[in-house]
């Protein structure tokens, strides 16, 4: 066996390593997830998107200021902590209040925002 | 080969400084800065303080730790060329300048109708003394602006979407007013 061949070996085996030592921390190291969430990057006129169920700690969407866009979380209450905007960018709403719910983005007005990018944080 | 050398850095340096002057002007212009409000030259606080702050995304928290008190609890603070800025209920983000002498969230805290009324918050330029919501249906409420912050709650039975815009007067005693576009949530 090569000299070289021995030496990958040794890197891959400190990989598979360090990502077990990374899955064994503590919770708080590890939790903590981010999905981009409207496929495409960009929001149809009207279109609303959603990330899916998750105890989400807060959303935003990134977007050229001007267009009127609106995040919220839709759980068992149905639509909570809905919030619009038309100038930050990001513009961020903190969800940890709402419990399991899914983040959701939605734009405001008839034209394609484009381009645009829901994030959601759990 | 030396004075070819000497001649592409000159027009390098001279491209340059094009660049820097045109690109000065376009950022000015009639459209006031976000920077340019009053209020964050208040005495700065530490962020760790004020729960909304600690909520807010890391990547866009203030890189110093401090933040800037303005009116009815909310707090701002600068990144780079921009005004980062969270109110009592976690809504907030970071813009460079603004579109209109407002930059408002409108919205509700919890379910909409019941608990805490919808609302409208946010910024304001230095130029705006106070902020009258008009509804859809007529209906005006005002409010003071404090420390280039506002924060209007709207009657019990209004939604957010039942906001038409604000009526801004302003300190030479004109006013503007800023029509706002709110739709219904539909079910993701």
New interface residues.
Partial sequence: MSRRRVGWRRTYSLLALSLIVLALLPGGATAGWTVAYNCCGYLGGYEVVGAGYNYWSNNRIWRDPGPSVSLWYYNSSGAVGYKSNTMDNPFVHNGGAFGYSIATCSNNTANDVNPASCQAYS | MPRVALMLAMVSVGVAAAFAYFGREAEGGSVPQATGMAALMNPSISAGSVA?VR???VD?APGDGRVRPLGYAHYAWTRGKSICH?DR???????ER???PV??????????GSGVPASVRGLATDDVTTVTVVLKNGTRVRGAVVDNAFEIYLPETAT?WDVRGEDLTLRDGNSVFVT????A????
């Fill in positions: 909304a909520g807010f995304p866009l969270v209920s976690g809504t907030g983000g970071c813009f603004f579109l209109s930059n408002a969230a409108i919205g509700d805290d919890d379910a909409i957010p706002e576009t709110v739709r949530p539909a079910i993701p």
